[in-house]
């Protein structure tokens, strides 16, 4: 196999055998199919870093028009032990940057952060996994909104340690395997140029260092080097700052150490963490902030979780009531002007229902006075008066028939 690529960056090719993919980690291969046609072919997949429960699994070379059915006639290769770190350093040291590719590294860095792996407990019960001494609990709040919009209470402010004691011996379980839990995190003026120290060390058993794949977000970064035990300033001068190649996963051995450099030029909120997905949840990560304050208008549907939902809900704050008094006062030429349109309303009613009452009873209009308001003559009036009376007499006249009609029994026989 020819090695040309390394998560998504060219490299200087070189001939393998075998390749160690950690999780997280992508690289292109050119495999040359001048084998006899005839045949098909085996490749073979083991586990690095832990003993393995399973066999290897296996990957079939057809050569056409071979059936797939057809099975190799050379059994699998065996892939290299679990534990042979030998072999995987050295495969990792042949992985360096393409001349024509690959721009070098700034020359010195302006921060360091040094990340001690440590192996841990909560309460002494629960095994967890700490950076530093912290072990990493995410906040309900994303860092980017919270960061944004200055929601300081959403997460701690305190940043973590930026090294370790130096006295601290790598080489046995921690002494105090308690840890504290915290999601402060690390910030970085724009342009800031960082060098990262990855530092293993003993897990919570004698004698066990774990291999950490580390991932991060947001960045491309230079691989200056891997070296044993602890880190300390004569490792500089191992450093290779001519072609270091471009990842965003690199490994660190048991009991060793691995050194990036990245520019920090991609502004947001970037979480570095080992790519072991069951180590991440256990508190395997360190949060890196970048020049947010450059972060243009964050998309709507990123602020849907924690405070950053409601940070720009203006809240309704309840008025006070106003005390109770007499109420609004009024004017007293108004009291007036309503008690005479009372007045007025009710002589006019009072009017119109005697002359209601009138009419129903055969009033006539004896009072000479009323005549010119009327437009009547005299003989007009006295039409109208005899009329009326005539009606009148006519109508009582016919309600009330005399004795003798009303009653047959006083008739002569």
């Not at 011996?169 to 839990?181: D, E, F, G, Q």
């Not at 970048?290 to 008025?319: D, S, W």
């Amino acid at each position: 196999m020819l090695v040309v690529e390394a998560d998504g960056n060219y490299v200087d090719p070189f001939e393998t055998s075998d390749i160690d993919i950690y999780s997280g980690e992508s690289y292109s291969v050119l495999v040359t199919t001048n084998q006899a046609t005839t045949q098909n072919y085996w490749a073979s997949i083991g586990v690095r870093g832990r003993k393995p429960k399973t066999s290897p699994a296996l990957l079939l070379f057809n050569y056409l028009p071979n059936s797939v059915a057809k099975l190799p006639i050379s059994p699998p290769p065996e892939t290299p032990k679990w534990d042979d770190y030998d072999r995987s350093k050295s495969f990792t040291n042949r992985v360096l940057a393409s001349a024509m590719n690959t721009t070098k590294p700034p020359p010195i860095f302006t921060r360091r952060i040094s990340l001690l792996n440590t192996q841990n407990r909560i309460n002494g019960k629960f095994t967890k996994w700490a950076i530093n001494n912290i072990s990493l609990t995410l906040p309900s709040t994303p860092y980017l909104g919270a960061i944004k919009f200055g929601l300081n209470s959403t997460f701690n402010q305190t940043p973590p340690p930026e090294t370790f004691p130096k006295n601290y011996n790598i080489k046995i379980p921690p002494p105090n395997p308690n840890t504290n839990t915290g999601n402060g995190v690390y910030r970085f003026r724009s342009g800031e140029i960082v060098d990262v120290i990855l530092q293993n060390a003993n897990a919570l058993t004698n004698n066990t260092s774990e291999i950490h794949p580390w991932h991060l977000h947001g960045h491309d970064f230079w691989v200056l080097g891997f070296g044993e035990g602890k880190f300390s300033t004569a490792d500089e001068t191992k450093l290779n700052l001519q072609n270091p190649p471009l990842k965003n996963t690199v490994v660190i051995f048991p009991f060793g150490w691995t050194a990036i450099r990245f520019v920090a030029d991609n502004p947001g909120v970037w979480i570095f963490h080992c790519h072991i997905e069951p180590h991440l949840d256990m508190g395997m990560g360190v949060i890196f902030a970048e020049a947010v304050e450059r972060v243009r208008e964050i998309p709507p549907y990123a602020l849907a979780c924690g405070r950053t939902a409601t940070h720009n809900v203006v809240p309704i704050i309840p008025q006070p009531k106003p005390p109770r008094g007499p109420g609004p006062v009024i004017p007293y030429f108004m009291l007036w002007v309503i008690g005479l349109v009372i007045i007025v309303c009710g002589i006019g009613l009072f009017g119109v229902c005697l002359y209601r009452i009138g009419l129903r009873r055969g009033y006539t209009f004896n009072n000479l006075s009323w005549r010119p308001y009327l437009g009547l003559s005299d003989s007009q009036s006295n039409q109208i008066e005899f009329s009326d009376l005539s009606r009148s007499n006519l109508t009582q006249e016919e309600s009330n028939p005399t004795q003798e009609e009303s009653n047959p029994i006083l008739e002569e026989p």
